[in-house]
C-alpha cells in the first residue's frame, strides 16, 4: 500500500501534471474566448488542485487550514476596509446623483453607495465584499465626461460582477497553495482576467471601445506615475514595469480584434484563420471535463494504491 508521503507525491505529480496539462490548453484556446471565459479557466486552475488537496489524506489539515486562512483574510479585509473608511466622506450629492445616473443607464438595478476620498490619495476602487461601495476622489470627478464615464463604467462592471469577492477567494487559494509556481500563474492570470472582463463590460455600457481604451490609458500611465514617484528611485522602475506591463495587455485586448489576449502565448502553426478561431472558441468550455478527469484520475490512484 502507498504511504502518506506517497499519496501526497502522487497528488503533486497529478496536480502539476494538470496544471501544465490546463495552462498549455488555455494558451491554445484563450485567444479565442472572452475574458470571462478565460476567467473560468483560472478559477478552475485555482479550485480543482484545492478540492484534489482535499481529497487527498491531508485533507483534514488542509480544510482546517483553508478555513483559518479564509477567516484570516476577512479579518484582513475588514481591517482594512475600517481603516479606508476613516479618511472618506459621503460625495457630494451631485456627484453621487451623476454616478447614479450613469449606473440606471447602464443597466444597474440596485442603488450603489458612493464615498469620496477628499485626500485624493486613493484610486478608485470597488470595496466590500457583499455590499460593494464605489470609491471616488476629487481627481476622478474632475475629469472629462468621456473618461469619467470609462473610469465608473469599470468600477461599475467590478461592483456589478462583484469582483471583490472573486479576488478575496482567489487569495485564499494562492495563500494556500502558492508555494507551486504555477498555481502562483494561475491566480496572476486570475486576476488579470477579472480586470479585463471588467473592461469588455465597460465597453459594451459605453459603447466606445477605442474612447475606453484612450482613457484607461491616460489614466493608468498618470496613477502608475505617481505610484511610482512615492515609492521613490528604487522601486519605481519595478512599480512602472509591473503597472504598465498589465496595462499594456489590457489596451492590447481592447484594441486589437486579432489579439485579444495578448498574454497568452499561441503557437504559430496554430495562429490564423476566422474558422480556426471560431473552432477553438467553441472549445470554451473544455477546462470543465478537464478538471474532472484529473480529479477521477487522483481517485484511482490513491483507490489502487
Known amino acids: 500500500m502507498m504511504g502518506t508521503l506517497g499519496l501526497m507525491a502522487a497528488w503533486l505529480f497529478i496536480v502539476s501534471l494538470f496544471l501544465v496539462d490546463t495552462l ?4 491554445i484556446v484563450g485567444p479565442h474566448v472572452s475574458p470571462a471565459r478565460r476567467q473560468a479557466w483560472a478559477s478552475v486552475l ?3 488542485p484545492l478540492g484534489m488537496l482535499l481529497l487527498s489524506p491531508a485533507g483534514a489539515w488542509a480544510a482546517l487550514a483553508a478555513g483559518g486562512i479564509a477567516l484570516w483574510r476577512l479579518g484582513l479585509h ?3 476596509s475600517r481603516l479606508l473608511l476613516r479618511g472618506l466622506v459621503p460625495a457630494p450629492g451631485e456627484a453621487a446623483a451623476r454616478i447614479q445616473a450613469l449606473a440606471t443607464d447602464f443597466g444597474l438595478k440596485r442603488p450603489v453607495a458612493v464615498l469620496l476620498d477628499p ?6 476602487a470597488t470595496l466590500g465584499l ?12 474632475a475629469l472629462p465626461e468621456p473618461e469619467f464615464r470609462a473610469v465608473i463604467a469599470h468600477e461599475l462592471a467590478h461592483a456589478m460582477r462583484r469582483d471583490p469577492l472573486r479576488i478575496w477567494a482567489c487569495g485564499i487559494a494562492r495563500t494556500l497553495l502558492g508555494w507551486h509556481p504555477l498555481v502562483r500563474r494561475a491566480a496572476d492570470l486570475f486576476l488579470l482576467e477579472v480586470e479585463m472582463a471588467a473592461d469588455q463590460q465597460a465597453v459594451r455600457w459605453t ?11 491616460r489614466w493608468g500611465l498618470r496613477q502608475t506615475g505617481r505610484t511610482a514617484a512615492a515609492c ?10 509591473g503597472a504598465t506591463s498589465r496595462l499594456v495587455h ?15 502565448s499561441l503557437p504559430a502553426w496554430l495562429g490564423g484563420g476566422r474558422l480556426q478561431r471560431r473552432w477553438w472558441g467553441r472549445m470554451g468550455w473544455f477546462h470543465l471535463p478537464l478538471g474532472v478527469a484529473y480529479t477521477v484520475l487522483y481517485l484511482v490512484v490513491t483507490r489502487l494504491a
Do not use: F
Not at 24 to 27: H, Q, S, V, W, Y
Not at 119 to 124: G, I, L, S, V, W
Not at 232 to 241: D, F, I, L, R, S
Open 207 to 217: 459603447g466606445d471601445r477605442r474612447g475606453y481604451a484612450l482613457a484607461l490609458a
Open 78 to 80: 475588514l481591517a482594512a
Open 119 to 124: 485626500a485624493d490619495r486613493m484610486e478608485p
Open 250 to 264: 489590457r489596451l492590447t485586448s481592447l484594441t486589437d480584434a486579432d489579439m485579444p489576449a495578448p498574454h497568452l
Open 24 to 27: 498549455t490548453t488555455l494558451a
Open 130 to 141: 457583499l455590499r460593494p461601495v464605489l470609491i471616488v476622489t476629487p481627481s476622478v470627478l
Open 46 to 48: 485555482l479550485v480543482v
Open 232 to 241: 521613490g528611485p528604487g522601486h519605481a522602475q519595478a512599480v512602472w514595469t
